[in-house]
């Protein structure tokens, strides 16, 4: 919304919330999210034609062209619980704009819903309304990245809206097509009917999930026999027909979008009957939980197969670097992993604050990998688990290194790991989750080092070290 602010200063923009303090912090100099340029998009824009308000109803009802946003959770109980998104926020927000509309307007579907979403809108919206309102469903899926969003809003790949074949529908697609023309190339912007549009965003976050899982399942192979997975994923990339996208093996993927996203996406072809298709996209979720298994395994195996007592520095929490977003983010995982076998934990991340650590540790959610280890009680993380102020802080006196956000502030050329490895448990480990390490310049500096789909260390596999 900020950026069509910047971009369409004839057009007035006012974001809505339910939630005081978020309002007020979107208000304020510091804003409730971390993400590089908003916060000089945001301020060029507020109170000019950007505003921010708890008013929802009065501004819905003044509104030409509704954006819908809210939070499209996994079920946790009830049909469909650990699979199924639960559409309670968008069934609740096509009721608060039933309540105060009149006239027409255009309803724009921007969170991830599954097939048919606006179908139940439009029986919601027609069932409530006032008989003098008559309305558009629209879908209008993000494709951002958090981190590069401020850049992928200001030069999309593309710009789907999805919507009824009808004269109305057409008009209505025009009209939100017209709003990002005035900065996105009119080629850029495509049209779909409705339901292909909704799957798209689906689509699309399997398909990139997907590669993901692929490499770390290559990754595992490559540490078995002495391949290694960065010279594998150049060299394919360098396929015209693959691509070198999305290929880089890490811990594993995590962000609000993937994991739910498919999730829903399975639940969806089991609905339909579709259960081959189901289980070959319930697959790349089992091979991120894996490969989060797999890291926090080899953690204790090369550790003498303990870590009981050992203070293990966690390096990174956010799911990836230039975000404060740790939803699913795989240090959750390899946490609770090395907790259960008694580790001490040291965090250090520059945009995670300690108590969203201690939250996101203690949070209760369904569990759908039957594989996980029985989750740690509240005391032993609270006892187990501090925060540190900087990454040296955090390894001094850590047996191990868990690197698992590739903040550019933990490459070599940032950081001198010769005094790390100084102020270190000796020996000194270094488990290289995002593989943004040169490998053997940390071996020469004295780590016993892993790095996902690397060549194991000696220290591992010669048994006369």
């Not at 929802?56 to 954006?67: M, N, V």
């Amino acid at each position: 919304m900020a950026m069509i602010a910047l971009k369409c200063p004839m057009i007035e923009v006012v974001v809505v919330d339910i939630s005081e303090a978020r309002i007020a912090a979107w208000n304020s100099d510091e804003l409730p999210i971390y993400e590089p340029g908003l916060d000089e998009v945001v301020k060029a824009c507020r109170g000019r034609n950007l505003f921010f308000s708890t008013d929802t109803l009065k501004h819905i009802a003044e509104g030409d062209i509704i954006f819908v946003s809210v939070n499209t959770p996994t079920k946790t109980k009830g049909l469909g619980a650990g699979m199924a998104a639960d559409l309670a926020y968008w069934e609740s927000a096509a009721r608060n704009i039933a309540s105060v509309s009149k006239g027409y307007k255009i309803i724009v579907e921007k969170s991830t819903v599954p097939v048919k979403t606006a179908e139940a809108v439009e029986k919601v919206l027609k069932t409530c309304a006032d008989t003098n309102f008559t309305f558009d469903v629209l879908s209008n899926p993000e494709f951002l990245a958090e981190g590069t969003a401020i850049e992928d809003l200001l030069c999309p790949d593309r710009v789907l809206i999805g919507g009824r074949p009808t004269h109305s529908g057409n008009n209505a697609v025009a009209t939100l097509a017209n709003v990002y023309q005035q900065w996105v190339p009119k080629e850029n912007v495509c049209t779909a009917n409705l339901w292909s549009a909704e799957l798209t965003k689906l689509a699309a976050n399997a398909m990139l999930a997907q590669r993901i899982s692929s490499v770390n399942a290559l990754s595992a192979l490559c540490e078995t026999t002495g391949a290694d997975i960065s010279q594998v994923a150049r060299s394919i990339g360098m396929d015209t027909r693959i691509g070198k996208k999305f290929l880089n093996a890490s811990v594993g993927f995590g962000g609000s979008c993937f994991q739910k996203d498919i999730l829903n996406l399975v639940y969806i072809c089991d609905s339909q009957g579709l259960k081959e298709v189901a289980e070959y996209w319930r697959q790349v979720v089992v091979m991120n939980n894996y490969q989060k298994r797999r890291f926090v395994n080899r953690m204790i195996s090369t550790m003498f197969n303990t870590v009981s007592g050992k203070k293990i520095a966690i390096c990174g929490f956010a799911f990836k670097k230039d975000t404060g977003d740790t939803r699913e983010t795989p240090a959750i995982d390899v946490c609770l992993g090395l907790l259960n076998d008694g580790a001490k934990l040291s965090v250090y991340d520059p945009q995670v604050k300690p108590d969203v650590v201690q939250q996101e540790l203690n949070y209760e959610q369904y569990c759908i990998d039957p594989a996980a280890s029985p989750k740690p009680s509240k005391e032993i993380i609270a006892q187990n688990v501090t925060c540190a102020n900087s990454f040296l802080e955090a390894c001094t006196g850590a047996h191990a290194i868990a690197i698992l956000t590739e903040w550019d502030e933990f490459k070599a050329d940032e950081i001198d790991y010769e005094a790390v490895y100084q102020v270190m448990m000796k020996p000194a480990f270094l488990f290289d989750g995002r593989n943004i390490l040169d490998q053997e310049k940390m071996r020469s500096i004295g780590f016993v080092t892993f790095g996902i789909g690397k060549p194991l260390d000696k220290f591992v596999t010669d048994s006369q070290y």
